[in-house]
């Protein structure tokens, strides 16, 4: 509703909508919330993996989407396994989403970059662009339902602002988190955190 606003002069005619327009998002927010909820797989679900075929699995499934819009996608992953619990087939949504958000955010000969870090407890997955970054006014906002960027740049493939949203949803019920860092300016990188199995 921020882009909606922004958008109609408050001396319009119809700029008293924009509250109704509003209260009907929120509804609809709300109905999402409960439909993820529903959804959310129970943490008893999850199975102990290996982290690293399932990176590879998303990787091999976006490198035809990066290759045509000429697009690098490359990785930086460890030969040994790591262990998650995690439901592979929901991961391997999320990074393709990532993955797919960061390719949509670059332009030809650019790098997209899928890389994994290992702390003392958890696992880091990170999927990072080169493209213009996301301004600090709208990071705040991109993992509510229905608030999308996507269609307002010329080339860019129309969004319906779902997919962030769920895919926080998805690391969430697996313990973990989902978090993008931008400047801005030049280039953004999404995280996803989730507990190691020792």
Known sequence: MLLVKQAVDPAHPYFEYTGRIDECVNRMASIVRHMYDLYRPQQSHLVPQNIVP??????NIMLPVAENCQVSLKARLPHRMITVECLSTELVQVLC???????????PEQVVMVCTTVNETSLVLSVSDQGAGIPPDVVSHIFEPFF???????????????????SRSLIESMGGELDCTSNGTKGSIFTVTLPLVH
Do not use: C, P, Y
């Not at 399932?54 to 990787?59: G, K, L, N």
């Not at 989403?97 to 332009?107: G, M, Q, R, T, W």
């Open 54 to 59: 399932i990176v590879r699995t998303a990787i």
């Open 97 to 107: 989403n990532l993955i797919h958000n960061a390719v949509d955010a670059s332009a």
């Open 148 to 166: 999308t960027t996507k269609g307002n740049q010329e080339g860019q493939s129309f969004g319906l602002g779902l997919g962030l949203s769920v």
